[in-house]
């Protein structure tokens, strides 16, 4: 099924360049709505549009509502659509995922399209969109079920009938949240247990008191560490007054960590993350571009670095021998390094408090490790050149470089962190051509000085 999955926007695209549309439309019918904003997501604007226009109102709303969800640019759709489409398709979404997709239009159409919708729903949209989106209130779903302390099971159960009525939306929950006549969130009760209990109990006497809430502006990568740390399905989302006003569903969760993750590759490649998907030629090119020109940048810097110990080097040109290997070597540590904290940083194991920790761990482990590639490179060194002064300088010299690189690659990634920038940043280009730059200035500097004095 998955190697089908791969062929799926190929198929459509044909059919529709062949202007086979019963067959369009029988494929279409056959398929989840997954699976079609998947292969639209590889396609073209003009393709996507022609299969919106094939589906019927309520599946090209939960078409949409899957594409809107990867957080992939969707503003060129957008644009093509009338605002009266669009407003059918986002009054068919759930209010989280209408947000998000209200989100990816300028000011203007956005304006034209919650006009079309009723009152109700527009208040609802209008205030998930005040929220920034990588935020809890960003991802929560103001569909939550709650019920008052004092009041009995039996009404209970009836208040949230009447909820799920006004709502005139069947969304599935499994837990049920108790507030005050303030709506502060102060308990849970499990939807079974609710079911199972006496009609006359007190939801004060059966709830759960111990109930973790996470604050409307949280960043959503806190919203995941948090969920995972105390096993949540499902997380309610308060605001500065401890107020219930949503809850983030295991559904988005999972949004968050494919869609951080995906980021994270990107950014360590160099890349953009949509460049999987049939994008301009231009665009491929202006998101690679800065990356390869820092890149180019750290080359000429080492060039230059290279020419001011030129007259050395036509003395002993032997030591050329070795600036790729320092300069891998210097990036490879760099990288080990920066690897382990970007994780650390990003599953919660490692805290911006820790740089000291962390940077004497990696310094530690960058002597041991430069103890032993040293001995090895002294003795090639050796064999290779016949030179003991250059056999002693240059192992020494890739111990003093693995040893800064480990410290770099340690130390900025948190540091990047207490910045508030992102430190997947740090890895790929950036660290490797500081350490290639740097790397290469001491292996010279001490092949050169200290070879001099031997």
Known sequence: MAKQ????????????????NDLLQS????????DIAAAMLQLKTKYQVQILASLPEDRASEVLAEMSSTSLPLTDLVAELPPEQLGGWVGEMPKDDAADFVGLMDAQQAD????????????????????????????????????????SVEEAIRSIRQYIELQNSM?????????????????????????????????????????????????????????????????????????????????DLVDVIYEEHQEDIAQI?????????????????RER?????????????????????????????????????????????????????????????IDTGDLIVRVWRELRVGVLLGIVCSIVLGLMTFLLTWNAG???????????????????????????????????????????TMNDLVGVWIYLTIAFQVGDWL
């Open 112 to 151: 034209e399209v919650l006009q079309l919708l009723p009152d109700h729903h527009r208040e609802e949209i209008t205030s998930l969109l005040q929220y920034a989106q990588d935020t809890a209130g960003g991802i929560m779903n103001p569909y939550v079920i709650s019920v008052q302390k004092e009041q």
């Open 289 to 349: 571009l800065p990356w390869l020109m820092l890149g180019m940048l750290g080359g000429s810097l080492t060039a230059l670095v290279m020419r001011g110990f030129e007259h050395s080097l036509i003395d002993i040109p032997q030591v050329t021998y070795f600036v790729p290997l320092i300069a891998a070597m210097a990036g490879n540590i760099g990288i080990q390094s920066s690897s382990i904290v970007v994780r650390g940083l990003a599953t919660g194991a």
């Open 269 to 285: 490649s160099g890349t953009a993350k949509e460049e999987v998907l049939e994008v301009s030629l231009i665009k491929t090119v």
């Open 390 to 432: 250059m056999a002693l300088t240059t192992p020494v010299s890739l111990l003093i470089v693995l040893c800064f690189a480990a410290v770099v690659g340690s130390a900025v990634p948190i540091l990047l962190k207490k910045a508030n920038i992102d430190p997947a940043l740090a890895i790929g280009p950036f660290i490797t």
């Open 171 to 251: 969304q599935p929950f499994y837990t049920v949240y108790v507030v005050d006549e303030f709506q502060h969130l102060i308990g849970t009760v499990a939807v079974t247990q609710l079911l199972l209990a006496k009609r006359q109990t007190l939801i004060s006497e059966m709830m759960n008191p111990d109930v973790i809430a996470v604050d409307v502006d949280l960043d959503q990568e806190e919203v995941v560490h948090i969920a995972k740390e105390y096993d949540l399905v499902v997380v309610p989302v308060i605001d500065k007054y401890l107020r219930l006003i949503g809850r983030i569903t295991i559904d």
């Open 27 to 34: 494929l279409l019918k056959d398929l989840s709505s997954f």
């Open 5 to 20: 999955r791969g062929q799926y926007h190929r198929l459509i695209k044909s059919l529709i360049q062949s202007e086979k």
